[in-house]
């Protein structure tokens, strides 16, 4: 079954495939973390199944056992290997789309990221979005809609992936985490929670909240530099943290002139943080500290 929260886009998607409504290009946004890959993975394994019921997979045929052995040969997952997917890629999903079923059924394309194609990928992309071949299936997630091109989205069903806290927080509540102040900002992103708590990485997401709090008053910063070097993706997190703080900050007094700087330099940080090679995070982090403290000073 379904995560909780998407059980409603999925009857959604299952009833219009019954009533042979459905698209054969379906795009699915979302944050990361509300479920986006794990709602694909499992349409594809449905469309795949020589025994599905309301678009669930049945999990014995041959296609199943396949698909549960990351195998099958009507299934292609593609995502961004750097920073974008490339026009190569794409022709490859063309050639994959229109070579015949080796199960003689249905054929699906996973893009994961599709936000991420360059120009020239999409442009290829249209073309086989402006011919669909009988009984194959694109599935694409993507983050930012904004990035895509207007004749893409205008070519896909599009679904807004959406999480409701409450059947959230009652998902959450099987893992017995640990209670922690910032939890509450990422509710509506419960995969992403699952995944640093599978990962280990709850208390190091703790240590980043503590340090968000008190980076300008702090001189040491070698525990902050190794988390953020260890896992990049961190530096995000960090940043919503140091946003929350200066917003509570403005709330209880701190002047606009004084925030829009303290904010100018957070966005400074973070811009460097994934534009700058090689970036001395330790260097960047205490230059941080310093705006920050002249800020609020």
């Not at 990035?147 to 599009?158: E, F, K």
């Not at 997401?205 to 340090?211: A, E, G, H, V």
Request: aromatic residues 8%.
């Amino acid at each position: 079954m379904p995560l909780p929260w998407l059980e409603p886009l999925y009857q959604q998607l299952a009833q219009s495939y019954s009533q042979q409504r459905f698209h054969h290009a379906q795009l699915f946004n979302g944050d990361i973390g509300v479920g986006k890959r794990e709602l694909v993975d499992m349409l594809a394994d449905a469309l795949l199944c020589s025994n599905a019921h309301n678009l669930i997979a049945c999990g014995k045929c041959k296609s199943c056992q396949l698909n549960r052995a990351n195998t099958h040969p009507d299934k292609r997952v593609v995502k961004a290997e750097g920073q974008t997917i490339g026009v190569d890629e794409v022709r490859e999903i063309t050639d994959f789309i229109n070579h015949s079923s080796a199960q003689n059924g249905n054929k699906v394309v996973v893009l994961e990221h599709s936000h991420k194609m360059t120009t020239a990928a999409a442009n290829a992309l249209l073309k086989t979005l402006e011919e669909p071949s009988l009984n194959r299936y694109l599935l694409l997630t993507c983050e930012q809609l904004a990035l895509l091109p207007a004749t893409i989205l205008s070519r896909c069903a599009v679904h807004e992936v959406k999480v409701n806290p409450s059947l959230a927080k009652k998902w959450l509540g099987e893992f017995n985490i640990p209670h922690y102040s910032w939890l509450e900002l990422f509710v509506e992103q419960p995969i992403l929670i699952e995944h640093w708590y599978n990962e280990k990485q709850l208390d190091s997401i703790d240590s980043l909240y503590k340090f968000a709090t008190e980076l300008k008053d702090s001189d040491n910063f070698s525990a902050l530099v190794e988390i953020l070097s260890k896992d990049s993706t961190l530096i995000n997190v960090f940043v919503l943290f140091l946003t929350e703080h200066l917003k509570e900050k403005l709330v209880l007094g701190m002047d606009f002139f004084s925030y829009q700087k303290a904010q100018q330099a957070i966005a400074e940080f973070l811009y460097n943080s994934s534009h700058v090679l090689g970036l001395n995070m330790s260097l960047a982090i205490s230059k941080l500290a310093f705006s920050l403290r002249e800020s609020q000073n």
